[in-house]
């Protein structure tokens, strides 16, 4: 519900003072990160709806970063971090990449979180010696690499996938020139050894001696 709070951090808070020693705190949260909503916000949408990330009752918007600091300002700290992943154009928010030029929609879908849908995280009461906030650090760190990486990858897979298409259709193109070749030569091959053709040329012949030309 954290989407749904005026003062979610106050509520963080008194949800912290009632946890016993060793709870912890979970939380589901949309990213308005995803690539859907960026590339709905590029086409000057907003557009709210009935579910989703863009529910019509949520009054706070969230990214990784954002959801971090509000449970740090909130005295906990991250320790753990899962995502619900939705392909682009696999969401509640209409869009079409259609819409934009492929090198915008290359470029989104590159950005870390792009597809990622929902976070669930696990926090856990700032212990006041460093040992939670460093390790939180670290999961975070972890994690952002993780997503550039995956980023990373996907983005290299689709220029893959396009190059061997331009390859696929360069070979088709290359065996239909020379399947039309082979089949032109056979044609003048069958030509030349009609009788219409020999004594068409031995016609040409003649001609250009007549005229004083070479034969």
Avoid: C
């Amino acid at each position: 519900v954290l989407g749904r709070l005026r003062d979610p951090r106050g509520s963080l808070r008194q949800a912290r003072r009632l946890l016993r020693p060793g709870g912890s705190l979970v939380a589901s949260v949309h990213n308005v990160g995803h690539g859907d909503i960026r590339l709905a916000l590029l086409a000057g949408h907003w557009d709210y709806g009935q579910s989703g990330p863009l529910d019509e009752t949520q009054l706070r918007f969230y990214t990784y970063e954002t959801l971090r600091a509000l449970l740090l300002g909130s005295g906990l700290v991250l320790i753990d971090t899962r995502r619900v992943e939705r392909p682009m154009f696999g969401t509640e928010v209409t869009v079409s990449a259609a819409d934009h030029p492929a090198d915008v929609v290359a470029a989104v879908a590159a950005a870390p979180e792009s597809r990622t849908y929902q976070f669930v995280v696990r926090a856990v009461p700032d212990d006041a010696d460093g040992a939670v906030a460093l390790l939180s650090q670290r999961e975070h760190a972890a994690a952002t690499e993780a997503a550039a990486l995956r980023s990373r990858v996907e983005h290299l897979e689709r220029q893959v996938a396009a190059t061997e298409d331009r390859l696929a259709l360069a070979e088709a193109e290359r065996d239909l020139r020379i399947a039309a070749a082979e089949h032109a030569l056979k044609e003048l091959a069958a030509l030349r050894g009609t009788r219409t053709f020999r004594w068409s040329q031995r016609a040409r012949r003649i001609y250009s001696r007549l005229r004083g030309g070479r034969p």
